[in-house]
């Protein structure tokens, strides 16, 4: 007698070839139409399912939990998530799984890059120029902040801040401070040449400061109308971690005033909706969320979030477990 494959359930559009191997183990309810469902919704097609690939915008907390009795697993598409309840995870029994690893130096690129962009008024320039206003050069046109040999500022340094700081320092030469709710050891801070500071010292030192630390209540507004004032105002501020870290509202303001020079944006506060002012202010770089937008990182991330379920429903053991589920 051939046994009933566990069913789950694929809460967005993926790789088609990762929902195919994903078949070859799993009854597989996928949403190839990439609807965005309600939690309700989203609780009723989770009926009778043993897991989910979620990304990191579907809420697993106590009321889908307790709705869903059947699940054993949730695997984030991201390594951040925020979108998950671990305690009431853990208490209920559900292995919760994330994707490190596979997007670091991909979203470290990209912040990078944002950091760049921002300090060298590259969108700004190209809003100017492609709205016809480029007539002439000028000595000062578009004159941006210094960024090889500058200060280079990280707030959380987990993989993604150490593969930011290796380039600063590596890469153009930048004296790399950090702060982080941990110290690295110091091997670590060597291979990444970067220096412990405090908060107070990492923001009025930066001349660019980069935030990747993770979101949590705790994090909430970490950088808020407060800290902009202690930056220098010629410092420029790039968010790749998450929405919520830096209070949007008070940002525009300073961005508007000037008191700091400009900010790369990759998350915001309530996205995919954003602060009506951030589209106002000039001296903004903004992006969709894509800092771990290449095809062979994405890739990546489904192809290691469907292992994880594929290992843990199979085997009962996960590649990246985030939790050891006591509950069942
Ligand atoms: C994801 C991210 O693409 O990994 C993360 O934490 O923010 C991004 O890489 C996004 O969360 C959707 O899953």
Known sequence: MTQRKPAILVARAIFPSVIERLREHFDVTSNDDDAIWSPDDLASRLQGKAGILTTGAERVGAELLAACPDLRIAANMAVGYNNFDLAAMTE????????????????????????????????????????????????????????????????????????????????????????????????????????????????????????????????????????????????????????????????????????IAAAGLDVFEGEPQLNPELLTVPNVVLTPHIASATLPTRQAMADLAADNLIAFLTTGRALTPLNTPTGR
């Open 92 to 259: 209920r029994g559900v292995q919760a799984t994330n994707t490190p690893d596979v997007l670091t130096e991909t979203t470290a690129d990209f912040g990078f890059a944002l950091m760049m962009a921002t300090a060298r008024r590259m969108a700004e320039s190209e809003h100017y120029l492609r709205a016809g206003l480029w007539k002439r050069w000028r000595y000062d046109m578009f004159a941006g902040a210094e960024v090889h040999g500058s200060t280079l500022g990280i707030l959380g340094m987990g993989r993604i801040g150490q593969g930011i700081a290796r380039r600063g320092a590596l890469g153009f030469g930048m004296k790399v401070i950090y702060h982080n709710r941990s110290r690295l050891d110091a091997a670590t801070e060597v291979a990444c040449g970067a220096t412990y500071v405090s908060k107070a010292e990492l923001l009025q030192q930066a001349d660019h400061l980069v935030l990747v630390l993770p979101y949590s209540p705790s994090s909430h507004h970490a950088i808020g109308a407060a800290e902009l004032a202690q930056m220098k105002p010629t410092a420029t501020l790039t968010n790749i971690a998450r929405g919520g870290i830096v209070d949007d509202a008070a940002l525009a303001v300073a961005l508007r005033e000037r008191r």
